[in-house]
């Protein structure tokens, strides 16, 4: 809007040099974008064609075999993409909850000197390198979940009827449950951060109408702020599962690697990225083994594609504005 | 209930009361158990920074020592430091973040001066977010196809490109939101004065832009000096010491990540160490970004 108004204005002189400086500047500043396509546009294109002899080897069985035997050049991606899914869909159940209380604590409930350096601290955890949440994960948290939490779970819950499956087998403190518990940590103030900001965006008056007739905090929370913001709050919690399906580094350490699909949640299992970064060195290039890595490359780039996209078209409106 | 209350009935009225009463009580109690469930979980989001920085501290301080600046990596058992790792990060994310800053700043720039309304500036704005959290691990693939498989192998150079990919749309975004700050009269001021606009650009907004630009600088070094995943195709990591960028080059991230899986007590503790130093320069420059240059947003 700033530049038509400049634009609208003729009756500046028009020196040689400025107009020509203004054609150079403007065509840098276009390229710049058009590069920014060109990137997203090769990123797909390359790991497309890197995976097409494994997708032309394979075809579509690649997406439902579960075998990946590299001895007999039999590759399938169904164990990694069950992985990739199940991880982010258990660490956003986990990581929702504390994320919309944060959220809610720092705009409704923390008192004004309290909320920057509890918004920092939570930015801040955003900010530890996910290296560090691998790490920490398999030194601390894996012995923790070995010992203590997954032992009471198989005691209490591994005899229940239905859910009874998910919460059996032997308590390696690796697995499904425990990465899905790092990608929690780790996506939290991701949805923390967006939830406070798309809560920041409700007009005070509405709020302070639902205060004049008598309602509680928490009930403004509930009738006002989420109804208002809920394609938003969506779209945060769509931010953070398009976080959490491609991490790499805190996956790998705890996951346990292993290529199969456990009922257990206790069991090992591998992701997209993981199953990419282990294999990775033991892929010659040129070989099948590679391709069908690059393949399973395109196939997280086009999930969390749409996921992205998805999150994007839900938080434009509010965000934005 | 107040259509009963103004019958004026008084033992109807009394009920109605106690029922008013006990409906106020049971709202208050309700909001009660959500503002203590929310302060519980900003608790809980709490105490893991604290349990990681914590453990950070206890398990790597103690392995602090000169020879970890000093001393290259060396095969397990024999002491040895971090020297080629914090040489070969500080060499890719500098020159990694020197050449997407540019390209960042002219995108941020077109966005936010030339492309309103415009097909190609909400493609690219869009494209820009979904490159902000595309997963890093594909960047490194990425940069595999196209730069390490057909130009003879893993260098240092491909590790920087890598991490320049991941830098553009941070800056990006940053540039953009600053320059959406700067009020349309100061640009008109300057058009009106006979400053071209890329001199109304370059010398009135990004001046006033500068803190929040340099802020988004800061943030997407941070955010590129952690990153591990996209080196592991592009860097490899080296154990020796070497600054060719043409060859394969260290860097913190993957030597923690083969020391931290090592089964050396020594690595292991160096690992640490390496996870100490980087976690604190990374939350260093987040808190100089936020709290020195202080954005005005």
Same mark, same amino acid.
């Given at each position: 809007?700033?530049?038509?108004?400049?634009?609208?204005?003729?009756?500046?002189?028009?020196?040689?040099?400025?107009?020509?400086?203004?054609?150079?500047?403007?065509?840098?500043?276009?390229?710049?974008?058009?590069?920014?396509?060109?990137?997203?546009?090769?990123?797909?294109?390359?790991?497309?064609?890197?995976?097409?002899?494994?997708?032309?080897?394979?075809?579509?069985?690649?997406?439902?075999?579960?075998?990946?035997?590299?001895?007999?050049?039999?590759?399938?991606?169904?164990?990694?993409?069950?992985?990739?899914?199940?991880?982010?869909?258990?660490?956003?159940?986990?990581?929702?909850?504390?994320?919309?209380?944060?959220?809610?604590?720092?705009?409704?409930?923390?008192?004004?000197?309290?909320?920057?350096?509890?918004?920092?601290?939570?930015?801040?955890?955003?900010?530890?390198?996910?290296?560090?949440?691998?790490?920490?994960?398999?030194?601390?948290?894996?012995?923790?979940?070995?010992?203590?939490?997954?032992?009471?779970?198989?005691?209490?819950?591994?005899?229940?009827?239905?859910?009874?499956?998910?919460?059996?087998?032997?308590?390696?403190?690796?697995?499904?449950?425990?990465?899905?518990?790092?990608?929690?940590?780790?996506?939290?103030?991701?949805?923390?951060?967006?939830?406070?900001?798309?809560?920041?965006?409700?007009?005070?008056?509405?709020?302070?109408?639902?205060?004049?007739?008598?309602?509680?905090?928490?009930?403004?929370?509930? *009738? =006002? /702020?989420?109804?208002?913001?809920?394609? #938003?709050?969506? @779209?945060?919690?769509? !931010?953070?599962?398009?976080? $959490? +399906? %491609?991490?790499?580094?805190?996956?790998?350490?705890?996951?346990?690697?292993?290529?199969?699909?456990?009922?257990?949640?206790?069991?090992?299992?591998?992701?997209?990225? *993981? =199953? /990419?970064?282990?294999?990775?060195?033991? #892929?010659?290039? @040129?070989?099948?083994? !590679?391709?069908?890595?690059? $393949? +399973? %490359?395109?196939?997280?780039?086009?999930?969390?594609?749409?996921?992205?996209?998805?999150?994007?078209?839900?938080?434009?409106?509010?965000?934005?504005? | 209930?107040?259509?009963?209350?103004?019958?004026?009935?008084?033992?109807?009225?009394?009920?109605?009361?106690?029922?008013?009463?006990?409906?106020?009580?049971?709202?208050?109690?309700?909001?009660?158990?959500?503002?203590?469930?929310?302060?519980?979980?900003?608790?809980?989001?709490?105490?893991?920074?604290?349990?990681?920085?914590?453990?950070?501290?206890?398990?790597?301080?103690?392995?602090?020592?000169?020879?970890?600046?000093?001393?290259?990596?060396?095969?397990?058992?024999?002491?040895?430091?971090?020297?080629?790792?914090?040489?070969?990060?500080?060499?890719?994310?500098?020159?990694?973040?020197?050449?997407?800053?540019?390209?960042?700043?002219?995108?941020?720039?077109?966005?936010?001066?030339?492309?309103?309304?415009?097909?190609?500036?909400?493609?690219?704005?869009?494209?820009?977010?979904?490159?902000?959290?595309?997963?890093?691990?594909?960047?490194?693939?990425?940069?595999?196809?196209?730069?390490?498989?057909?130009?003879?192998?893993?260098?240092?150079?491909?590790?920087?490109?890598?991490?320049?990919?991941?830098?553009?749309?941070?800056?990006?975004?940053?540039?953009?939101?600053?320059?959406?700050?700067?009020?349309?009269?100061?640009?008109?001021?300057?058009?009106?004065?006979?400053?071209?606009?890329?001199?109304?650009?370059?010398?009135?907004?990004?001046?006033?832009?500068?803190?929040?630009?340099?802020?988004?600088?800061?943030?997407?070094?941070?955010?590129?000096?952690?990153?591990?995943?996209?080196?592991?195709?592009?860097?490899?990591?080296?154990?020796?010491?070497?600054?060719?960028?043409?060859?394969?080059?260290?860097?913190?991230?993957?030597?923690?990540?083969?020391?931290?899986?090592?089964?050396?007590?020594?690595?292991?503790?160096?690992?640490?160490?390496?996870?100490?130093?980087?976690?604190?320069?990374?939350?260093?420059?987040?808190?100089?970004?936020?709290?020195?240059?202080?954005?005005?947003?």
């Amino acid at each position: 809007m700033s530049q038509s108004a400049i634009a609208a204005s003729p009756a500046r002189p028009k020196g040689k040099s400025s107009s020509l400086g203004d054609l150079i500047f403007a065509t840098i500043a276009k390229s710049a974008g058009v590069l920014v396509l060109v990137i997203l546009s090769a990123i797909i294109i390359s790991l497309f064609i890197g995976g097409l002899p494994a997708f032309r080897a394979y075809g579509p069985n690649f997406l439902i075999n579960p075998d990946w035997d590299p001895v007999n050049q039999i590759f399938g991606a169904a164990v990694p993409i069950y992985g990739t899914l199940i991880t982010a869909v258990l660490a956003i159940v986990m990581a929702v909850p504390l994320a919309f209380g944060s959220a809610f604590y720092l705009t409704e409930m923390a008192p004004d000197w309290f909320r920057r350096p509890v918004g920092t601290a939570i930015e801040l955890l955003a900010a530890v390198p996910s290296i560090i949440y691998g790490m920490w994960g398999f030194f601390i948290v894996v012995p923790i979940m070995g010992d203590y939490i997954q032992p009471f779970l198989i005691d209490n819950l591994g005899d229940l009827p239905m859910i009874g499956a998910l919460f059996q087998g032997p308590a390696f403190g690796t697995g499904i449950l425990t990465s899905a518990l790092i990608l929690a940590i780790m996506i939290l103030p991701f949805i923390a951060a967006t939830m406070r900001d798309v809560f920041m965006t409700v007009p005070p008056v509405f709020k302070e109408s639902a205060y004049g007739v008598g309602c509680t905090t928490w009930e403004v929370m509930r *009738s =006002i /702020v989420l109804p208002y913001t809920r394609v #938003s709050v969506v @779209g945060g919690i769509m !931010l953070g599962l398009g976080r $959490a +399906l %491609g991490e790499t580094m805190a996956v790998t350490f705890v996951i346990g690697n292993t290529n199969r699909i456990s009922t257990s949640l206790f069991g090992p299992g591998n992701t997209i990225a *993981s =199953i /990419v970064a282990l294999e990775f060195p033991e #892929s010659p290039a @040129g070989s099948l083994k !590679l391709s069908a890595l690059l $393949a +399973l %490359g395109f196939l997280l780039f086009v999930i969390s594609f749409i996921v992205l996209a998805i999150s994007r078209f839900m938080l434009r409106t509010k965000v934005k504005s | 209930m107040s259509a009963t209350i103004s019958r004026g009935q008084i033992p109807g009225g009394v009920r109605d009361m106690k029922m008013a009463e006990q409906l106020s009580r049971s709202r208050s109690r309700k909001n009660m158990i959500a503002k203590t469930l929310c302060m519980s979980a900003t608790a809980v989001a709490l105490a893991f920074l604290a349990a990681i920085l914590g453990t950070l501290f206890w398990l790597g301080f103690s392995g602090i020592h000169w020879s970890v600046f000093t001393q290259v990596t060396k095969p397990p058992g024999s002491g040895g430091g971090l020297l080629n790792a914090i040489v070969g990060s500080l060499i890719q994310t500098v020159i990694g973040t020197a050449i997407g800053t540019p390209i960042g700043l002219m995108v941020g720039t077109y966005l936010a001066e030339y492309s309103a309304g415009s097909v190609l500036g909400n493609a690219v704005r869009f494209v820009s977010d979904v490159l902000l959290s595309a997963p890093s691990i594909l960047i490194g693939l990425f940069i595999y196809e196209i730069f390490v498989a057909p130009f003879g192998g893993f260098s240092g150079f491909a590790g920087c490109l890598a991490l320049a990919v991941i830098v553009i749309p941070i800056v990006v975004r940053t540039t953009e939101d600053m320059l959406q700050l700067i009020p349309t009269a100061l640009r008109e001021a300057a058009v009106a004065l006979g400053a071209p606009k890329w001199k109304a650009v370059v010398f009135v907004c990004y001046r006033a832009a500068l803190n929040g630009i340099a802020t988004g600088i800061l943030l997407a070094i941070a955010r590129v000096a952690g990153e591990t995943a996209p080196l592991l195709f592009t860097s490899l990591g080296n154990l020796n010491w070497s600054v060719n960028m043409s060859e394969p080059m260290s860097s913190l991230p993957v030597t923690i990540y083969q020391y931290a899986g090592s089964p050396f007590d020594d690595w292991v503790q160096l690992a640490w160490v390496g996870a100490l130093l980087i976690t604190f320069g990374v939350l260093a420059l987040n808190i100089v970004a936020r709290f020195v240059l202080k954005p005005r947003s």
